[in-house]
């Protein structure tokens, strides 16, 4: 095999791997959230992160749209924007986890820049919220993303069976997943350990154990004080014998 040979077979490789990460990075670049991955019912934290500006230009405003089935949200403070809930009626009534009657949900969150973040920076967004007892679904936030000169809508949702890494622009998203067993609500810890109720006497109690203990004592003391009186006769007549053999 020739050197030029070998070199050509030696670059396709690299080619290749070169070719791949110019798919891989405007993936990279979109909004996403994390994790990919939350249990159904349970309280969460999910975090946004916006990794670019709009072809160049800073980020000025985020507005995060909340999904219909999440009734409220709340949004962690951020030094460099100021935070605003956007409030909507619904048109009857539901429920919430603790069967309160609810009547407005949290439709977005909207940030916007007091300090614009630059096209070469990252930045991350929390919210915190009760996911809806829906495992298998995949909940969607579009996302609108506006910057000093331009917007990109973060806001395609895949259909059924589509890829999302095939969209030019996906909402973030996560999947909802089975709850784990002995989650939020689960007082078994409550309850007292088998081993500690085997060891205490049946019919006994803290009360009885210090009363048994306290009508001990003085009998104790007094056992001690004859103790104490014996040996010091003992003594006292050792002394004396040894002072009439002298």
Not at 170 to 198: L, N, R, T
Not at 229 to 244: F, N, W, Y
């Amino acid at each position: 095999m020739s050197i030029r040979t070998f070199a050509r077979l030696a670059a396709l490789p690299a080619a290749t791997a070169a070719v791949a990460l110019s798919f891989a990075a405007p993936a990279s670049a979109h909004v996403t959230a994390t994790p990919s991955t939350a249990a159904a019912g349970a309280y969460t934290v999910v975090t946004f992160s916006v990794g670019h500006g709009c072809e160049g230009s800073p980020t000025t405003r985020i507005e995060i749209q909340v999904p219909e089935s999440v009734l409220s949200v709340t949004p962690s403070r951020h030094p460099f924007y100021d935070v605003e809930k956007t409030i909507e009626q619904l048109d009857e009534p539901v429920a919430d986890a603790h069967g309160n009657e609810v009547t407005e949900r949290t439709a977005s969150i909207v940030y916007t820049a007091t300090t614009p973040l630059p096209d070469g920076q990252r930045d991350a967004f929390e919210l915190s919220f009760q996911l809806p007892d829906a495992e298998g679904e995949t909940l969607s936030f579009p996302t609108i993303q506006t910057c000093q000169k331009g917007e990109t809508g973060w806001v395609e949702v895949p259909a059924d069976g589509q890829d999302p890494d095939e969209l030019e622009s996906p909402a973030p998203a996560f999947e909802i997943v089975a709850a784990e067993a002995g989650g939020h609500g689960d007082d078994a810890s409550a309850e007292p350990a088998a081993d500690e109720a085997a060891e205490a006497p049946e019919g006994s109690t803290d009360e009885t154990v210090a009363a048994d203990a306290g009508d001990a004592s003085p009998a104790l003391g007094w056992a001690g004080l004859v103790a104490g009186l014996l040996g010091l006769a003992a003594g006292g007549l050792a002394l004396a014998r040894t002072r009439s053999s002298s």
